[in-house]
């Protein structure tokens, strides 16, 4: 089953670029040189001093995300603000500012949708997309939509990330199908760029040091996957320019997996990464993806 393949490949992509790049977070390409080299192992540490091999909030906000999804049969913005508040209360490693405001909102008002806002551009919502794009995969475009907005709401009501978490589903859900990457490449993030100039990523300066975000994200994301042929450099390229690069690396990850499927995810990463969650992106990408 080839789709079922790099359906697992996004997720363990996902979680091997958050363990590799948490290491690097908050760190400036010139640091990350003088103190690793060329940063390209699962040795943990970084500023949440991790095991190695372990996963931040980009992972286990998407896990969280899937069982919600498995348990209803659906993706829902009641059921995924519940499975979120779920998951700040057991007190994960880190949380971004704008999911622990809105997850705060959501424990007063009981509304699963935050409010309105344009400076909630960070890229929280976007790094825990994958879920829906395995749940809804094969479903008509206007559902697909409205499947990413009811789980961004939760935490990022705001169209930038919108625009971010429906075109890296769409990637996905594509190169799933079999799309090489000049296909995702002018079919989806050129025309992002083109819709939102935010996200312009060709003829601008190389991204270093990405913040958290949605745009810095993405322009270094496209950057990385767009300028290197497969899923290790990929990943190599975009956790040494630092920043926030546990998340960059998860949602490069998370594509370059969709894309180029198990074959070419080093077995070193694999058996590096943390044994647990290994199996719980495999088992989740799997349900997912065979409930449909
Ligand atoms: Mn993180
Ligand atoms: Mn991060």
């Not at 040795?43 to 091999?53: F, I, Q, S, T």
């Not at 931040?56 to 829902?76: F, K, P, Q």
């Amino acid at each position: 089953m080839p789709v079922t393949d790099h359906a697992i490949a996004a997720y363990l992509g996902l979680a091997i670029g958050d363990a590799l790049g948490s290491t690097v977070e908050f760190m400036t390409p010139r640091e990350i040189k003088a103190q690793y080299g060329l940063h390209d192992k699962l040795v943990g540490g970084g500023w949440l001093h991790l095991k190695p091999g372990q996963v931040t909030d980009d992972t286990t906000m998407s896990l969280a995300l899937g069982e919600a999804i498995l348990a209803l049969g659906d993706v829902d913005a009641l059921a995924a603000a519940r499975a979120f508040d779920a998951w700040m209360r057991a007190k994960p490693v880190d949380i971004g500012n704008t999911v622990r405001r809105n997850l705060l909102q959501f424990r007063k008002t009981g509304h699963p949708e935050a409010a309105y806002s344009d400076h909630d551009a960070g890229n929280g919502a976007a790094m825990r997309v994958l879920p829906v794009a395995l749940a809804t995969f094969g479903q008509a475009e206007a559902e697909v939509r409205a499947a990413c907005r009811a789980q961004a709401h939760v935490t990022h009501h705001c169209a930038l990330s919108d625009a971010a978490c429906e075109c890296l589903v769409f990637m996905v859900q594509d190169a799933m199908r079999g799309a090489d990457k000049n296909y995702l490449l002018h079919n989806h993030a050129h025309p992002l760029a083109a819709r939102h100039p935010e996200f312009r990523f060709r003829a601008v300066k190389q991204q270093s040091n990405p913040s958290g975000y949605v745009a810095d994200t993405l322009q270094a994301v496209f950057q990385s996957f767009f300028d290197t042929d497969d899923f290790r450099d990929c990943l190599v390229d975009v956790v040494n320019r630092g920043g926030d690069a546990d998340t960059t690396g998860a949602i490069a990850g998370m594509l370059a997996g969709a894309l180029y499927g198990m074959r070419e995810i080093p077995a070193e990463w694999l058996k590096d990464l943390d044994a647990q969650t290994r199996d719980q992106c495999e088992a989740q990408a799997r349900s997912l993806f065979s409930a449909h």
